[in-house]
């Protein structure tokens, strides 16, 4: 039972450059959410999903598209890089009834 | 406007000094409150949820306690394995699947 991992473990960008980031659960979760954390920011969500095949807005989602084509993936993608995206990325999936959020490892993204 | 204020920000303890944390929380209702640990580099991990004013829960030296208001978290008699960043989170009863996050607060037990 690996919980949730995400690839890559870390990414180097130039401005402009796309890129996908891939989420994966092995615990049968419904929902999944990205974050991102920034020093002094704490996490803040991105995009989540409650389902396969359903997407929604979290807080900062400008910039970054998400699809959850299977239950237990969840991608997101970065279209034209720039540095304000430079940030920890954070997975994670909860289920009911406690929605509790298990995270993955993370993965840290520079663009420069 | 739901909102989590965690103090303080920082705290330095030696090893075997026992002390507290602290989340307080704004929201219209509250659903659930999670504690949660983040190593450098790392994911943060779940370490407890708490549904009701008066309700406990321990893990070692972690003890999580919460009000109307706020939660605490109680480290006795801490050890070095300890220092890490604490994060409490949030879940409002209107937010659905959402929870709202603190910026943490940064614990360095030294020998």
């Known amino acids: 039972n690996a919980g949730v991992t995400q690839t890559p473990k870390f990414r180097v960008l130039k401005t402009g450059q796309s890129m996908t980031l891939l989420c994966a659960q092995d615990m049968n979760h419904e929902y999944m959410y990205w974050y991102r954390q920034d020093p002094g920011m704490g996490l803040r969500l991105i995009h989540y999903?409650?389902?396969?095949?359903?997407?929604a807005k979290g807080e900062v989602p400008d910039g970054y598209n998400v699809s959850r084509l299977k239950k237990q993936n969840f991608l997101l993608g970065l279209e034209s890089a720039a540095p304000s995206q430079t940030s920890v990325y954070f997975c994670?999936?909860?289920?009911?009834?406690?929605?509790?959020?298990?995270f993955g490892p993370g993965t840290r993204l520079t663009v420069t | 406007e739901d909102q989590v204020t965690q103090s303080p920000e920082a705290l330095r303890l030696q090893e075997g000094e026992s002390s507290s944390l602290n989340c307080s929380y704004t929201v219209s209702g509250l659903r659930g409150l999670f504690w949660y640990r983040q190593d450098p580099g790392k994911g943060p991990e779940f370490l407890f949820t708490?549904?009701?004013a008066g309700e406990e829960k321990e893990k070692e030296r972690l003890k999580a306690t919460l009000t109307k208001k706020e939660s605490f978290l109680h480290i006795t008699a801490p050890k070095p394995e300890d220092s890490a960043t604490y994060l409490c989170?949030?879940?409002?009863?209107?937010?659905?699947?959402?929870?709202?996050f603190g910026s943490g607060t940064r614990l360095l037990v030294r020998p």
């Open positions: 989170a949030v879940h409002p009863m209107d937010s659905s699947y959402k929870l709202i």
């Open positions: 999903s409650v389902g396969e095949g359903t997407t």
């Open positions: 994670a999936s909860s289920t009911y009834p406690t929605y509790e959020q298990y």
């Open positions: 708490l549904y009701s």
